[in-house]
């Protein structure tokens, strides 16, 4: 029996026209999907305070105390807030809904929150933007020069 291959969703990322200020990634989840006046309530203040050289903020939410930090998302990625669009039909011409994207944004730099503890270079965030790196490594095209250098490495090793 043959297994009918869920169709891709598509992402349009040509909108992005408003670049973001801020973008804030919080420990909790907010079940509200309209315009809201965050920036009149939510006011991060930097604290003076420096952890595995990044500058600690302060912020509370809803009265609890958050303590963050801002990355600049590393070199050659861009960051994209995004918004599903309704239903499509799926051209393919199998059954159901094609998940589909428009980019509503774009932002360079990211501050994460902790709830209780001070943002370090442990946390999962920063922790996620290693392997970026490891993922470039291992898709960079091999060239002849990096052949010639295993093969040395190998004649030198036996």
Aim: proline fraction near 6%.
């Amino acid at each position: 029996m043959e297994q009918a291959t869920p169709p891709a969703a598509g992402v349009d990322l040509s909108p992005a026209a408003t670049d973001l200020g801020r973008v804030h990634l919080l420990p909790c989840g907010i079940r509200h999907n309209s315009a809201a006046a965050v920036s009149d309530y939510f006011k991060p203040r930097d604290t003076g305070v420096e952890v595995d050289e990044v500058r600690v903020e302060e912020a509370f939410f809803r009265g609890r105390k958050l303590q963050g930090a801002t990355l600049a998302l590393p070199d050659g990625y861009r960051g994209y807030v995004l918004e599903k669009k309704n239903g499509e039909k799926d051209t393919q011409g199998m059954d159901g809904e094609v998940s589909s994207f428009v980019s509503r944004a774009e932002f360079q730099n990211i501050t994460y929150w902790n709830h209780d503890t001070m943002p370090s270079a442990e946390d999962p965030l920063p922790r996620c933007f290693h392997w970026l790196t490891i993922a470039n490594a291992m898709h960079r095209p091999v060239t002849a020069e990096d052949m010639a250098n295993m093969s040395a490495m190998q004649n030198r090793n036996s």
